[in-house]
């Protein structure tokens, strides 16, 4: 269902003049239509912020990733959306290959934002990241000869995966990354491993896969790291259950852990569209970073910033640096992948 959000009650309607270098265009009205996917709080404390400081409104729809790119495709010319927010490279890719994003050349974004979280040609920017993890039930202590994606496929570790489907876009992406580094052949390799080494058909959300392992029914699994920040800094129940598992960063040794963006692209023939650019930029500040970031447990995309105190406590780690515009292109290869490896 889509909602309609006004934010920011004091917002005054000032005309808008961009940072970016480009001048407003001509349709600017000192407001600014986002479409996005998330819905946290700090995010609406973001939007109020932005208007304070600019004097422009922000108008915001809300819905599911491929619902929002579904509705700016079927409004076509009309649409009024300025701004898509969502989260994982596969889904910017998929409002890209839809052919809604416009490129953006701003010098605020090509500084603050590194270059392999955004787009090449600046059809996306990413804004915060999340690395996708191995756990392991901590009751049976951490195992042996597991430090990268890779060890996952090892016949030592049959029956001890649980996983989700396939059809979820942060598997799709991860193995998007493996195809990236490895190639198909391999990517495909390590996809038939995996399999192999099930402990049940793939179900759930990475959510579940967390209390399956807790619950020691299955002993490892893959999940992003900001599910597990939940627990870490949840109630009494959550935080018990966080204990039973343990954290493996993988591949620290080699290519750096998968890591994968939220992010906001601006839309093709957006009616404000210096009012999105501003909006972006804006999103790059320190102070907005740390909200944008923080919402989701995320980590801020601006080097030099620091994710909260319970992110951190996962670990420190080295991230995967690859362009993560190579997990949208690779995302078909993954898909053929996963359906011939059987992994449903
Ligand atoms: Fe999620």
């Given at each position: 269902m889509?909602?309609?959000?006004?934010a920011?009650?004091?917002?005054?309607?000032?005309?808008?003049?961009?940072?970016?270098?480009?001048g407003?265009?001509?349709?600017?009205?000192?407001?600014?239509n986002?479409?996005?996917?998330r819905?946290?709080d700090?995010?609406?404390?973001?939007?109020?912020?932005?208007?304070?400081?600019?004097?422009i409104?922000?108008?915001?729809?809300?819905?599911?990733?491929?619902?929002l790119?579904?509705?700016?495709?079927?409004?076509g010319?009309?649409?009024?959306?300025d701004?898509l927010?969502?989260?994982?490279?596969?889904?910017?890719?998929?409002?890209?290959?839809?052919?809604i994003?416009?490129?953006?050349?701003?010098?605020?974004l090509?500084?603050?934002?590194?270059?392999?979280?955004?787009?090449?040609?600046?059809?996306w920017?990413?804004?915060?990241?999340?690395?996708?993890?191995?756990?392991y039930?901590?009751?049976?202590g951490?195992?042996?000869?597991?430090?990268?994606?890779?060890?996952?496929?090892?016949?030592?570790?049959?029956?001890?995966?649980?996983?989700?489907?396939?059809?979820n876009?942060?598997n799709?992406?991860?193995?998007s990354?493996?195809?990236?580094?490895?190639?198909?052949?391999?990517?495909?390799?390590?996809a038939?491993?995996?399999?192999?080494?099930?402990?049940?058909?793939?179900?759930?959300?990475?959510?579940?896969?967390?209390?399956?392992?807790a619950?020691?029914?299955c002993?490892?699994?893959?999940?992003n790291t900001?599910?597990?920040?939940?627990?870490?800094?949840?109630?009494?129940a959550?935080?018990a259950?966080f204990?039973?598992?343990?954290?493996?960063?993988?591949?620290?040794?080699s290519?750096?852990?998968?890591?994968?963006?939220?992010?906001a692209?601006?839309?093709?023939?957006?009616?404000?569209r210096?009012?999105?650019?501003?909006f972006?930029?804006y999103?790059?500040?320190?102070?907005a970073?740390?909200y944008?970031?923080?919402?989701n447990?995320e980590?801020p995309?601006?080097a030099?910033?620091?994710?909260?105190?319970?992110?951190?406590?996962?670990?420190?780690?080295?991230?995967?640096?690859?362009?993560?515009?190579?997990?949208?292109?690779?995302?078909?290869?993954a898909?053929e992948?996963?359906?011939r490896?059987?992994?449903?």
């Amino acid at each position: 269902m889509l909602r309609f959000l006004l934010a920011g009650a004091l917002a005054l309607s000032l005309a808008a003049c961009s940072q970016s270098g480009e001048g407003p265009s001509p349709g600017d009205n000192g407001e600014v239509n986002i479409y996005s996917s998330r819905h946290y709080d700090t995010d609406l404390r973001l939007y109020e912020d932005f208007s304070e400081q600019t004097g422009i409104k922000v108008n915001r729809i809300e819905a599911g990733a491929d619902a929002l790119i579904e509705k700016i495709v079927s409004e076509g010319e009309f649409s009024p959306a300025d701004l898509l927010v969502t989260v994982d490279a596969g889904r910017l890719w998929r409002a890209e290959e839809a052919g809604i994003l416009d490129p953006v050349d701003s010098e605020v974004l090509a500084k603050r934002l590194p270059a392999n979280l955004r787009h090449p040609d600046g059809l996306w920017f990413g804004l915060s990241t999340r690395a996708r993890v191995i756990i392991y039930d901590a009751s049976q202590g951490r195992p042996e000869g597991l430090e990268t994606y890779a060890d996952l496929a090892d016949p030592k570790f049959r029956g001890d995966i649980c996983v989700r489907s396939s059809s979820n876009i942060y598997n799709i992406s991860l193995l998007s990354s493996i195809v990236a580094h490895k190639g198909e052949g391999a990517a495909e390799q390590w996809a038939q491993g995996v399999v192999a080494n099930f402990a049940r058909a793939p179900q759930g959300n990475d959510t579940s896969q967390i209390e399956a392992v807790a619950a020691g029914e299955c002993r490892l699994s893959i999940v992003n790291t900001y599910y597990l920040a939940r627990y870490a800094g949840g109630d009494e129940a959550e935080r018990a259950m966080f204990d039973k598992v343990g954290v493996i960063f993988p591949n620290q040794d080699s290519t750096g852990t998968h890591v994968n963006v939220s992010g906001a692209g601006v839309v093709k023939g957006a009616p404000n569209r210096a009012n999105a650019i501003r909006f972006l930029e804006y999103l790059t500040s320190d102070s907005a970073q740390r909200y944008f970031a923080d919402g989701n447990n995320e980590y801020p995309a601006v080097a030099g910033l620091e994710a909260t105190s319970t992110v951190e406590r996962l670990g420190e780690f080295r991230a995967d640096e690859l362009d993560v515009a190579q997990i949208g292109e690779n995302q078909r290869t993954a898909v053929e992948i996963f359906d011939r490896a059987g992994w449903n």
